[in-house]
């Protein structure tokens, strides 16, 4: 075989190559766990689309590095739709979720298996912490509520009067009314822009901190929305927020993971912190992130 032929073969090789952004271990809507070393769910990590009309983009824009080389989401094709947040898009017409492409079934075969064991392990503890609970007495109070996504819906300290703080007792689809037109409207303009951006914007920092870092005193209810759930989104252990909270009023919180994030991760993005924000409820630090925007 002459040089030409070998060029071309080497060509069609190249060709049936995967490109390098997809996974070679994980399905369409997975993405490589390089802490677990196994496939885990877009929509665990990421949450569902937030816009009406976006779907996920394959292996929710990661590599197998780790890396995120493009926003999680993107809007739907030509004749396609999303209006209930599904993690792919379906024929405007049908109500059917869009199939997973076949071609992706053969990578979803390798799983964590100690995903099961951890999961059984915590409900195996929460039956046990609810049950010494019911027999000392100390059962749920009255008027609880279960929320809707964002997973946190509540006010944080001292923003009862804040116009972006959601009630709890206004369930049901009230967050997508303060939610949903802030994010589709912001999160594409900060999607571009670095996080490391917000270490710059002082008065925004600022007002961002007195919102997510306080945590309520002895007696009070529990924390929804704070830095602490920001950093658990990152990934980051609740030792590190013990340790992080443990320097204020010297330090903040919230700006020490910021750093950290855009030190572990210094592709991280401004639309992220803003899925972030919205997924534990947080409308008012939204809005606050909004001028950024």
Not at 2 to 26: F, H, I, K
Not at 108 to 128: D, F, I, K, Q
């Amino acid at each position: 075989m002459g040089p030409g032929g070998c060029l071309l073969t080497a060509v069609l090789l190249l060709g049936q190559a995967a490109p390098p952004e997809a996974s070679r271990y994980c399905g369409r809507l997975e993405y490589w766990n390089l802490d677990n070393k196994c496939c885990s769910s877009c929509l665990q990590r990421f949450g569902p689309p937030p816009c009406p009309d976006y779907e996920f983009v394959e292996n929710c824009g990661l590599n197998d590095s780790g890396d995120l080389l493009t926003y999680p989401y993107k809007e739907c094709s030509p004749g396609q739709c999303n209006p209930d947040g599904a993690e792919l898009c379906s024929p405007c017409n049908s109500r059917v979720t869009a199939p997973i492409p076949a071609g992706s079934l053969g990578r979803t075969l390798r799983r964590c298996s100690e995903a099961l064991l951890v999961v059984l392990v915590l409900l195996v503890t929460l039956t046990v912490i609810l049950l010494i609970l019911w027999r000392h007495g100390c059962r749920p109070k009255g008027n609880a509520v279960t929320l809707p996504y964002p997973a946190f819906v509540c006010r944080g300290p001292d923003t009862h009067s804040s116009q972006g703080a959601l009630e709890a007792s206004e369930i049901g689809n009230s967050w997508k009314v303060s939610l949903l037109p802030l994010l589709c409207r912001e999160l594409p303009s900060l999607e571009s822009q670095p996080l490391s951006r917000l270490l710059d914007e002082l008065e925004v920092l600022e007002e961002l901190i007195v919102l997510l870092d306080p945590e309520p005193g002895p007696g009070g209810g529990m924390a929804c929305g704070t830095t602490r759930h920001l950093a658990a989104r990152y990934g980051l252990p609740a030792a590190w927020s013990t340790f992080a909270y443990s320097l204020r009023p010297s330090r903040s919180p919230l700006q020490a993971l910021i750093e950290m994030v855009v030190a572990r991760e210094p592709s991280a993005s401004l639309g992220q912190f803003g899925a972030y924000l919205a997924q534990i409820g947080r409308a008012d630090a939204l809005q606050v992130l909004s001028k950024l925007a």
